[in-house]
């Protein structure tokens, strides 16, 4: 004959044992999820980044094709020289305003 407070006892053992076996499972499945998902989110950022600096570049390149001058200005440069730099700029300046006008123009 067997003791039904020792069956008892090893009937609850035996639910805990697997409800404990059952959390340890599903844990381990949403956090495997968890670290997956991070893993993508983290991808997917690296390639928007990528993607915007490539498109910040690609559109720097065209707004500045056309422009193959630069000017220097040395710490010892005279006042003639520097007249010069501001005729220069304020050459670029009025390139850019009549291309934006142009642009203004175009879009309208």
């Given at each position: 004959m067997s003791n039904p407070l020792i069956h008892a006892f090893f009937v609850g053992r035996a639910v805990a044992d697997l409800l404990y076996e059952q959390l340890e499972h599903t844990l381990t499945d949403a956090l495997s999820e968890l670290g997956k998902f991070d893993a993508e989110q983290r991808e997917r950022w690296?390639?928007?980044t990528e993607e915007t600096?490539?498109?910040?570049?690609a559109a720097e390149a065209a707004a500045t094709q056309g422009r193959t001058t630069t000017t220097t200005v040395s710490v010892g440069s005279s006042?003639?020289?520097?007249?010069?730099?501001?005729?220069?700029?304020?050459?670029?300046i009025a390139q850019v305003?009549?291309?934006?006008?142009?642009y203004r123009s175009q879009s309208v």
């Amino acid at each position: 004959m067997s003791n039904p407070l020792i069956h008892a006892f090893f009937v609850g053992r035996a639910v805990a044992d697997l409800l404990y076996e059952q959390l340890e499972h599903t844990l381990t499945d949403a956090l495997s999820e968890l670290g997956k998902f991070d893993a993508e989110q983290r991808e997917r950022w690296r390639q928007f980044t990528e993607e915007t600096i490539a498109r910040a570049k690609a559109a720097e390149a065209a707004a500045t094709q056309g422009r193959t001058t630069t000017t220097t200005v040395s710490v010892g440069s005279s006042s003639q020289d520097m007249q010069a730099m501001i005729d220069e700029l304020r050459a670029e300046i009025a390139q850019v305003r009549s291309e934006l006008q142009r642009y203004r123009s175009q879009s309208v």
